[in-house]
């Protein structure tokens, strides 16, 4: 068996489902990253702007000079129930399901070890590798695509007629020189615009980009400060990430119940949390319940700003409480300037009344500015 097959047994026994070679030419979709960041479409990422980020996700070479091939690994997730069945009940959470489990920037490096011991061994040396997962400066998506493992959909997904888009992607730059896969080259999207028409903030571009700072996924987990007031409606009861683009997928539906990765299994409690109780999460807790987790990202103030959202957005009177004490007790200025704005969606004498006893004892100017701008449009 050649090495590349060798290679990629090693990762599909372990769970993967898709592995793919290429070589290090400079990814076919540069260029629309470069235009998609002039056009200030990545929000406040700028990460993704710096000369560097630019120049590495140019010349891959760059990543690593004595590199010869790179190695893409897709890991899948788990699939979440179609978007219909979640929303009814309303004083559930949505979490986006890679963050059901354990966080996969841990998990692709225990693999990567693991497979450079392997390598070690059949080789009788080690070869020069670096690894990334999500935050290294590569086109993750292009490069897979390159290595075969699916097509980019218009939701900018990468997709598979086989395996759907829930998977996440892992790559290793390796010094062996490895014969590439040929290019993933069908495009299955044909006339269909399902996640176009479903996308609640209608973020999908028809370039096969997004309008990233208006996407859930943006909002809820990299945007640190506070929501935009006219997307705070559209995110339902999404607190973390979003799925709808893929859950309304064909490609999805249709293989619903594929085996996540081992660590990626849903974790007791995570997938569709009670609101009231996340809204009450203290700093102990929240590190408790969501240790070695993606959902430590936006940290407890962003995780509990999206929970306050939701919970007004549930029209639920149960949502009052949990809400009023956030008012009240939360620490964090983020959180009861969400909670202000989520209670303020219940418009009652009760809620006036709180609200107005807040403003006289709230010390925060903007949850001060939060709570008159309730009563100025209850009043
Ligand atoms: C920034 C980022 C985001 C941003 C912006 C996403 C975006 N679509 O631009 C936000 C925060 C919104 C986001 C959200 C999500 N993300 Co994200 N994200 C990234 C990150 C770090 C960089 C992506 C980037 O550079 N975007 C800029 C755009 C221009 O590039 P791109 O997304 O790669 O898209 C390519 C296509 O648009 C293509 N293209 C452009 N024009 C055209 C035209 C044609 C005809 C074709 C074929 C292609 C094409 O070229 C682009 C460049 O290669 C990557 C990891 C990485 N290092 O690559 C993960 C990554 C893309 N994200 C991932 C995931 C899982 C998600 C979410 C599903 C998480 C969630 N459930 O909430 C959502 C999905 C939202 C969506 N529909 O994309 C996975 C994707 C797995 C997959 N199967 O595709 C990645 C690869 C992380 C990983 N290591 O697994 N993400
Ligand atoms: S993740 Fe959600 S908000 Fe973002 S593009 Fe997909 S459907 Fe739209
Ligand atoms: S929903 Fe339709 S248009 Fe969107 S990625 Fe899937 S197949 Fe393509």
């Keep these: ?12 026994e372990r769970g993967a489902s898709g ?35 630019r120049a590495l996700r140019e010349n891959p070479r760059d ?68 690894w990334y997962t ?23 997904c990468l997709n598979h ?26 495009d299955h999207c044909g006339t269909c615009t399902r996640c176009i028409d479903a ?52 490609w999805n539906v249709r293989f619903g119940n594929a085996e996540p990765y081992p660590a990626f299994y849903p974790r007791e409690g995570v997938p569709e949390p009670d609101l009231a109780e996340e809204m009450l999460l203290d700093p102990i807790g929240f590190n408790r319940k969501f240790k070695n987790s993606p959902i430590q990202r936006p940290r407890r103030r962003g995780y509990l700003r999206n929970v306050a959202i939701a919970l007004g957005n549930a029209q639920d009177e149960r949502a009052i409480p949990a809400l009023m004490t956030g008012i009240t007790e939360d620490p964090e200025p983020l959180v009861r300037q969400h909670a202000v704005w989520a209670l303020g969606q219940y418009s009652s004498q009760r809620v006036r009344e709180f609200l107005s006893q807040r403003l006289k004892e709230e010390g925060d100017a903007v949850v001060r500015e939060e709570i008159e701008q309730v009563l100025s449009l209850d009043g």
């Design 19 to 53: 592995v793919g070679i290429t070589h290090l030419e400079s990814p076919p979709h540069y260029l629309q990253y470069v235009q998609w960041v002039e056009a200030g479409l990545h929000g406040s990422m700028s990460y993704l702007e710096t000369e560097r980020a």
């Design 1 to 12: 068996m050649s090495l590349e097959s060798q290679i990629k047994q090693f990762f599909l």
């Design 161 to 186: 007629p086989r395996k759907g888009s829930f998977f996440l992607l892992g790559e290793i730059f390796l010094e062996l020189d490895l014969e590439a896969d040929p290019p993933f080259s069908t």
């Design 134 to 156: 999500d935050t290294g400066p590569v086109l993750e998506r292009d490069l897979a695509s390159r290595a075969g493992l699916g097509w980019i959909g218009k939701n900018t």
């Design 63 to 130: 990543i690593l000079p004595s590199a010869r091939s790179v190695v893409l690994v897709a890991l899948p997730i788990a699939q979440p129930k179609p978007a219909s069945d979640s929303e009814k009940s309303s004083m559930k959470g949505r979490i986006a399901s890679y963050a059901w489990g354990e966080d996969y920037h841990l998990v692709f490096p225990r693999l990567f070890q693991d497979f450079m011991e392997w390598l070690t061994q059949k080789l009788g040396s080690t070869p020069q590798a670096k």
């Design 199 to 250: 996308c609640p903030t209608q973020c999908i571009r028809p370039d096969r980009t997004l309008d990233a700072s208006r996407c859930i996924s943006y909002l809820t987990i990299e945007n640190k400060g506070s929501i935009p007031v006219e997307l705070r409606e559209k995110m339902g009861n999404w607190i973390f990430g979003c799925d709808v683009c893929q859950q309304v997928c064909p």
